[in-house]
């Protein structure tokens, strides 16, 4: 009798809910998003200001006044007669980001996490367009994609053939030029609409992930980072050794804040990574089964790029916030400032 084998389903890399649960998975989750968010951190220089022209001489004569003052300023403290510890710093650093982080997420809670969740909504849907686009998920491409729709497999196959379709064209012997141009803007009005219309089938899916993702984050606030600001003040300032940079005041000065903004992002992605993923598995788990989502939309909610955007939001919003409170001694254009010291250290 010959034994027959039995045909195996196809492999998949796609991260089922069981898989993505595990201790594991969301570690390899949290570090890839960090170094995601560090690229992202490198690559983005920020001018301050970027359509307007400066003036070489005004800005030499501000950046000696600025100096001016900094020496000033510095040689103060100096002067001080009273200096404390490292271990009383350390406390006094902890208990000013714990009370400006609390100042932040009381008061002003609702208004932060409306706009931050708002902008949350809009990145999440840039990202999964481009993700069904095979333009941006990190881990995915456009060829090992399932093709769901029949409009997506037309579009992929005539996008990924479109410059030799118009070079194609080009090549021809046509009558007129206008003619030719008319021909090639009729191909690519074409792919454009294979494009919204692939989109557009792929928005009920969309709409379920943006719920999903929204009451989860609703419940990390809530639930997990503004019951737990004390430990994250104690974890951040204890990892980020900014008391080693400390001029002797509970502040963080501009060369500790790398290090400090690292650590703050680290802790940050591990807890919402390890208070999110179980939510939404779990939700995903429970959908009926006429809103089912297709294997890439499963790889996309687990996919580094997302909590890395995440990040920048939240976290960006919150050192905006710790900048206007004094935690943070940066400069009043900290985000530009800081892309050209880079700059200036890279040359």
């Known amino acids: 009798m010959t034994n027959v084998k039995k045909p195996q389903p196809p492999s998949s890399n796609v991260p089922r809910p069981t898989r993505t649960t595990t201790g594991k998975f969301k570690a390899e989750l949290a570090a890839a998003a960090l170094g995601l968010r560090n690229e992202q951190i490198e690559a983005r220089v920020v001018y301050y200001g970027p359509d307007q022209a400066t003036s070489p001489e005004l800005d030499a004569v501000t950046d ?3 100096a001016q003052l900094a020496a000033f300023q510095k040689a103060l403290r100096r002067k ?14 902890i208990r000013a980001l714990r009370e400006a982080l609390e ?29 069904e686009l095979g333009s941006r998920v990190a881990r995915d491409t456009r060829g090992s994609k399932t093709i769901g729709f029949p409009v997506q497999g037309l579009y992929y196959a005539l996008a990924d053939h479109g410059a030799s379709v118009e070079r194609s064209m080009r ?8 003619q030719r141009v008319h021909a090639i803007e009729r191909f690519r009005q074409m792919l454009k609409e294979l494009r919204v219309e692939f989109l557009r089938q792929t928005t009920r899916e969309l709409e379920v992930i943006l719920e999903i993702m929204g009451r989860a984050l609703g419940a990390f606030f809530k639930e997990v980072l503004v019951p737990g600001l004390g430990d994250l003040a104690w974890r951040v300032v204890r990892e980020a050794r900014v008391v080693d940079e400390s001029d002797g005041r509970p502040q963080v000065i501009e060369s500790a804040f790398p290090a400090f903004r690292t650590a703050f992002d680290r802790a940050f992605l591990e807890m919402l990574i390890e208070a999110t993923r179980d939510r939404v598995d779990e939700e995903v788990s429970t959908l009926p089964g006429s809103a089912r989502l297709r294997d890439d939309t499963l790889a ?7 909590y890395s955007e995440i990040c920048a939001i939240v976290c ?24 050209r010291a880079r700059d200036s250290a890279e040359t």
């Open 64 to 66: 000696a006044v600025v």
């Open 80 to 93: 001080s007669p009273t200096r404390i510890d490292r271990q009383e710093l350390e406390i006094a650093m």
């Open 103 to 131: 100042h932040l997420f009381g008061s002003r809670r609702e208004s932060f996490l409306r706009f931050r969740s708002q902008e949350v909504s809009r990145r999440v849907t840039k990202l999964f367009f481009e993700s």
């Open 171 to 178: 090549e021809q012997r046509w009558a007129s030029e206008e």
């Open 300 to 306: 996309f909610l687990a996919d580094a790029h997302v």
């Open 316 to 339: 960006d919003a919150i050192y905006d916030f710790l900048h206007s409170e004094g935690f943070l001694d940066l400069p009043a254009d900290w985000r530009a400032h800081l892309g």
